[in-house]
């Protein structure tokens, strides 16, 4: 018989079985590195939420004039006017790790991870780090069906860019499970939504079927495995774990397991499948961030990242008036004031998107309270000034309470360049999953989080 | 001759040297080290592990190659001296790098050809989908909710180093297999590819299961079933049927199992456990063939000749590529091979024309008209067998009635289909420089930039990629309330100006204007905004050059820099992985025989083909050469 059918059998683990091939499943500095999810978390599940923007933002119109609980809205923050009491914008937090290298992949492969990433063309990709988001999502563990959902609008950028050294994968990514691995995107929202929809509506025939086929690969795999050398062992590993998470997922959704017993806290209405690659980009932004929401509102995850476009993106935003090029193009103002007019207008459309989402998970309840209230939704840039790639004073907003975890409706002025990992550790401590320091933090955000 | 003398100078510096010994010698370099390395790594002084005091000999460039070649690197990318540093000027820098490199390389091949490491690597998108479609002969995508793939290396998405898996891929390999499966078992064609036998008067379900399995698996697997191996995977059989399952159903479980087993989705080849590199088995060359020139599995033909042990014969390998350059199936690898070369794949993606300005553009018919030129007509230089000079200037392309009229062309044949149409007299057109997928790609969504168009020249044609600004690039002065608007021709001299622009951009802007008659589309004209377009342009040796047609010329008395590029690219294609120092023989070897045979397409194919790193495996001991070439 073969293993996968014996282990079936309950008195063997499967998992203890494999153990005894010689699979390493987990990095052991991972494990090291990993928070503990603690007990005390909230009855209402929190959510994050990353909104990534590209090529900075016109900083003379982005931050408020005032600090602490009586600021008025910037220009560019003046859209988010109905959350006003909702929200945290951050002023004067940095990245050190990415003050050098290039322009931008440096700050956008590191943004979550707060590393400085290795320059190559590809042959030793190495972020340095495990984003924030993959961090929380290891350490809460898997209590819903997806731990986490990596979206954008643009595939991976082709090639590499020999200018600068870097493989453009970096500024594809801001998602990081371990330090040589990206974790892919997402970029259309019919996929998504059908993700969502299975992740909800779990077939136990199927998904029986689905774990027999996985067990079997992983002794293809076992097999395999000891023909090979180091470095291919490696990449037949990453395999292997990613099977090995389908494989829990599966078995608890088919509750074959019975630890935990996950159901969407609301139904995925299937009126609301979207189209599949909207040709128009505001129209794409918006759907995926739909997804998000109902992502969010069922349950299916806690934790998504979106990148409004890659690195460098140089998306053309005619579509919004008065702009009348494409977005790197004008973020290279060179202080032109006709460029920065229109620099400032793309970076207000993209706080408005972050509106629109915000506004969806407010309507969503939850109990006494909505979804928007359970959650932290950033929206964030890896530079500050495009013109200048400016690594200091990066633009950060975070909105929502997190289930009351953190205070908000305040402008939050630093010392400048205090580690923006700082906002990171706050985050993961508000999520239930506290670290006791991420790449430099030097501590929690004064005044965010609650007592 | 006049092209070559400007062309000589066009990448080499006119900069004073700030330092004794001949530009680009051991002594120049040795001169370099010590002004601005030696304080830290010099002495006792041991920055970051490294010591320059074993470097100081010429033979330490034989013994220490090691060491020159991390020296080498951090130069190059200008991450030595570090900043905030005295560095030496842009020119001693890649006069110093030219040399180490050249000098590094021919030390390197004295010792022979060795064959790089051919990693694992899993099927990307493309191939991926490929293999799906020819193994159940099904025609869909079955990678269609596969993530797309970063590239690596020479910048391909094949590149082993960046094949990353996500979670997202195990979940679509997971339905992929299963839809595509669905979808073949249903389809009659496609169903008497994969499922040989159904229980009948004189099968049993077990005996038809294995029929099937037995014969799916090798194909699958790109190899022969290893003992006991079918039965692994019939075991699945076994217990849906004892669950009550259908024959189809149960079966179909079995080739799903296949279809997510990593010896599928991943390339993998047995290992030589030998000191020495050996040739590569069949099984290994017939796959290492089909996905570079078709980018999918082996087909009857290969498998064949693999099981005969026939696919290291030289005269087997050299029909065999004929045969698979004229199989329509190579248009896979054009395609992928050259909009990732020339970039022209990002069109569409982060690179779209101004749909206001351009509406031209976005005619389905002129825009798959567009994308597909370079394609069709790379696939006809391979598939015929002509000069590659061709890449560079040519009498005629793949056009259709949309891409003719988009070039003014009044060419009687041109319909629908794109075909082989020869230009008339004073087109303008000829080489990828005239065509508007490379011009489009190399241009803003809303005007032409002589600056990208030269950098995109530098970079994906002659392979010497300008370095990036430097910082605090001071901002052009040219806005202030009132004054004139200057032109970007103005502005750019203005730019040039300054010395720290100058350097790159006295190089960068004089190709790029050449092609400034060509607009955003590629279309001819002779005036912008009411102005006659000037494509005039100094070299920076200060020859004159006016316009594309002077520009082809000058560029193709470079045309051996143009084809050691073309021949690097295409070797990191077929290897997929970044090449290595000791690639770069193998590199020189190939462009060298290209050159003697007038350039000929199935030249650089075979090159390629019959290459240490192409035939190879290595052994046990890295960096060991292939003693003597079979």
Not at chain 1, 123 to 149: E, K, Y
Not at chain 1, 154 to 172: I, L
Not at chain 2, 41 to 58: E, I, M, V
């Amino acid at each position: 018989m073969s293993r996968a059918l014996m282990s079936r059998n309950p008195k063997i683990s499967r998992r203890t079985v494999l153990r005894g091939a010689g699979v390493t499943l987990a990095l052991p500095w991972l494990e090291a590195m990993l928070p503990a999810a603690t007990s005390h978390a909230p009855k209402l599940p929190v959510r994050m939420a990353i909104l990534y923007m590209p090529n900075g933002v016109r900083e003379d119109m982005w931050t408020p004039a005032e600090t602490g609980r009586d600021f008025t809205l910037p220009p560019t923050l003046e859209p988010l006017q109905d959350f006003r009491g909702d929200l945290n914008v951050l002023t004067n937090l940095w990245n050190v790790a990415a003050k050098g290298g290039d322009g931008h992949y440096v700050k956008t492969g590191g943004y979550l991870t707060s590393t400085t990433i290795s320059k190559t063309l590809g042959v030793d990709v190495n972020c340095q780090g495990v984003s924030m988001d993959q961090m929380a999502a290891r350490a809460a563990g898997p209590v819903t069906p997806l731990p986490s959902i990596e979206l954008g609008t643009a595939p991976v950028t082709t090639g590499v860019d020999t200018n600068v050294g870097y493989t453009r994968v970096y500024g594809s990514h801001i998602a990081w499970s371990g330090p040589t691995q990206p974790v892919a995107k997402e970029i259309d929202p019919r996929n998504v939504y059908e993700r969502l929809f299975r992740a909800c509506n779990p077939s136990k025939v199927t998904g029986r079927e689905d774990v027999l086929l996985l067990d079997q690969v992983r002794d293809d795999a076992a097999r395999l495995r000891q023909e090979l050398g180091t470095a291919d062992r490696h990449r037949l590993d990453e395999y292997m774990s990613v099977v090995r998470d389908l494989e829990t997922r599966l078995e608890r959704a088919g509750n074959n397991t019975g630890k935990t017993h996950w159901k969407p806290r609301a139904r995925l209405d299937s009126a609301v499948k979207p189209e599949a690659m909207p040709e128009k980009h505001a129209e794409h932004v918006r759907l995926m961030l739909d997804m998000i929401a109902l992502a969010f509102q069922t349950d299916s995850t806690r934790i998504a990242t979106f990148m409004f476009g890659n690195a460098v993106s140089n998306e053309d935003f005619t579509f919004v008036d008065g702009v009348k090029g494409a977005h790197h193009s004008i973020s290279h103002h060179q202080n032109d004031p006709e460029k920065m007019r229109q620099y400032q207008l793309i970076n207000r459309w993209h706080v408005e998107q972050y509106a629109y989402l915000l506004r969806k998970l407010r309507e969503m309840k939850e109990g006494d309270s909505n979804v928007l209230a359970n959650s932290m939704i950033v929206l964030g840039a890896g530079m500050r000034d495009g013109n200048k790639h400016d690594p200091h004073n990066l633009p950060v907003v975070v909105t929502g309470g997190a289930g009351g975890r953190l205070v908000t409706g305040q402008h939050l002025m630093h010392t400048p360049d205090t580690p923006l990992a700082n906002l990171w550790m706050t985050m993961l401590d508000a999520f239930g999953t506290p670290v006791p320091r991420f790449a430099d933090s030097t501590g929690v955000v004064p005044g965010m989080l609650r007592a | 001759m006049p092209g070559r003398t400007h062309l000589i100078a066009l990448l080499s510096f006119l900069a004073l040297h700030v330092t004794k010994g001949r530009a680009g010698s051991f002594e120049h370099t040795q001169a370099l080290l010590t002004k601005y390395c030696t304080a830290c790594h010099g002495g006792k002084a041991s920055a970051g592990g490294f010591n320059l005091t074993g470097l100081t000999s010429p033979e330490s460039l034989q013994v220490k190659q090691t060491e020159w070649n991390r020296l080498l690197t951090r130069v190059r990318n200008s991450e030595m001296p570090p900043k905030g540093s005295p560095a030496p000027a842009l020119d001693d820098r890649q006069d110093m790098v030219a040399w180490l490199e050249t000098t590094l390389r021919r030390n390197a091949c004295a010792a022979g050809f060795v064959p790089g490491a051919w990693p694992m690597r899993r099927l990307n998108r493309d191939e991926y989908s490929a293999t799906i479609r020819d193994l159940l002969d099904v025609q869909v995508d079955a990678a269609h909710g596969l993530p797309a793939d970063g590239a690596g290396g020479e910048g391909f998405d094949n590149a082993a180093e960046t094949l990353f898996i996500s979670p997202i891929h195990a979940e679509k390999y997971l339905e992929a297999a299963k839809e595509a499966l669905d979808f073949g078992a249903k389809d009659p064609k496609s169903r008497k590819t994969f499922l040989l036998a159904v229980p009948g008067k004189d099968i049993m379900p077990e005996q038809a299961a294995a029929k099937t399995v037995e014969a799916f698996l090798p194909r699958a697997f790109r190899r022969p079933a290893r003992p006991g191996e079918a039965d692994r995977y019939l075991a699945l059989f076994r217990n849906a049927q004892k669950r009550g399952e259908t024959f189809d159903h149960s079966v179909l479980l079995a080739l799903n199992a296949i279809l997510i087993s990593p010896e599928f989705l991943f390339h993998h080849e047995d290992a030589n456990t030998s000191a020495d590199p050996v040739l590569a088995n069949d099984y290994a060359m017939a796959s290492r063939l089909s996905y570079f020139l078709w980018g999918s599995m082996p087909d009857r033909a290969l498998f064949d000749l693999a099981a005969a042990g026939k696919l290291q014969e030289p005269a087997v390998l050299q029909a065999q590529l004929e045969r698979m350059l004229k199989d329509g199936k190579s248009r896979e690898f054009a395609e992928r091979f050259v909009s990732q070369w020339l970039g022209t794949r990002e069109l569409g993606r982060d690179i779209k024309p101004d749909e206001k300005l351009f509406p031209d553009y976005y005619d389905a018919e002129t825009q798959g008209a567009i994308r597909y030129e370079p394609v069709l007509f790379f696939q006809e230089i391979l598939a015929t067998n002509l000069s590659l000079l061709n890449l560079i200037d040519s009498k005629f392309s793949l056009l259709t009635n949309k891409t003719a009229k988009l070039y003014g062309l009044k060419i009687k044949e041109a319909n629908q289909q794109p075909k082989v149409l020869e230009f008339p007299a004073d087109s303008h057109r000829g080489g990828v420089l005239g065509m508007a997928a490379v011009l489009a790609v190399s241009s803003y969504p809303q005007r032409t930039s002589p600056v990208l168009r030269g950098k995109w020249i530098l970079e994906y044609l002659l392979g010497t990629p300008p370095p990036p600004p430097p910082p605090n690039v001071p901002a052009l002065k040219d806005n202030h309330a009132g004054a004139p608007a200057a032109t970007l021709r103005e502005r750019l001299e203005l730019h040039r100006a300054d010395p720290t622009c100058a350097t790159c951009h006295n190089r960068i802007d004089p190709l790029g204007f050449a092609l400034e008659n060509y607009d955003v589309l590629g279309r001819w004209r002779t005036e912008e905004e009411g102005k006659p377009v000037d494509a005039s342009g100094q070299l920076p040796d200060g020859t004159k050059i006016n316009g594309a047609d002077d520009l082809k010329k000058a560029l193709l008395a470079r045309k051996d820099v143009i084809i050691r590029n073309l021949t690097s690219k295409m070797l990191g294609y077929a290897l997929g992985r970044g090449l290595t120092l000791s690639d770069s023989c193998t590199v020189d070897q190939i462009a060298a025989r290209v050159a003697q045979e007038n350039y000929s397409a199935q030249t650089l194919i075979r090159g390629i083909v019959m290459s240490v790193p192409f035939r190879y495996q290595p052994g046990t001991i890295a960096n060991t050469a292939v003693k003597e070439v079979h």
